[in-house]
């Protein structure tokens, strides 16, 4: 009971910091290009409980820990005027590839950090700590790169399609969410399978780059 209560702890300070970074990202990026709507809503702030969505960022991933599957979620999309960007739906899909990229480089330096310092196979609480960071944010990263709106895989996908798939992503938007929440309990099994294989794909590419 105690190692489960440390677990969500350590899980809930993790998804604060790493949700936090994600929607910094974004909100940075699209400042950056030239839209200070996230900077007007308050969201380029290092308050965590601005970005976090109740379900997407705690609800889910903490039911996700306590069935003992891969952790991902979402957090709280920050607010974007596109037409103030530059690059018009290219400065878009930058907004939103900032998001999960950050997650990616958040999993890399703490695997870096923690496999050089020894906390990587650490049996005790930084290992945990450790390991919940990069898998978390390995989770997240992927996730999010799902092309189905709201999601920032979609904002990619958006910028590379032809005006037809653009108009079907476009209707997509008011009904998206609920498309996302369907997935991820009706097909529980088979993304958390996806998932499993693609962070394990990039943890292998983590090794490949330290040597082990």
Known sequence: MTETI???VVLLAVILISMMLHELAHGYVAYWLGDDTAKE???LTL?????????????????????????????????????NLKFNEWGFALVAIAGPLMNFIL??????????????VDDGLMGLI???FVMVNLGFGIFNLIPIPPLDGSRVLYAISPDGVRVFLQN?????????????MVFANV??????????????????IVGA
């Open 107 to 120: 999993a890399f330096i703490g695997f870096l950090i923690s496999y050089f310092v020894g906390w990587w």
């Open 172 to 184: 997509m938007e008011r009904w998206g969410i609920w498309l996302v929440l369907i997935l991820v």
């Open 41 to 43: 809503n308050g969201r």
């Open 191 to 208: 993304l958390s399978t996806i998932l499993i294989n693609a962070m394990n794909g990039i943890l292998h590419g983590f090794y490949f």
């Open 130 to 132: 450790a390991q919940e």
């Open 47 to 83: 308050n965590p409980l601005k970005h976090l969505d109740p379900f997407m960022s705690v609800l889910l991933p903490v039911m996700l820990f306590i069935a003992g599957g891969p952790i991902f979620g979402g957090a709280k999309p920050v607010p974007i005027n596109t037409r």
């Open 6 to 8: 440390i677990g969500l």
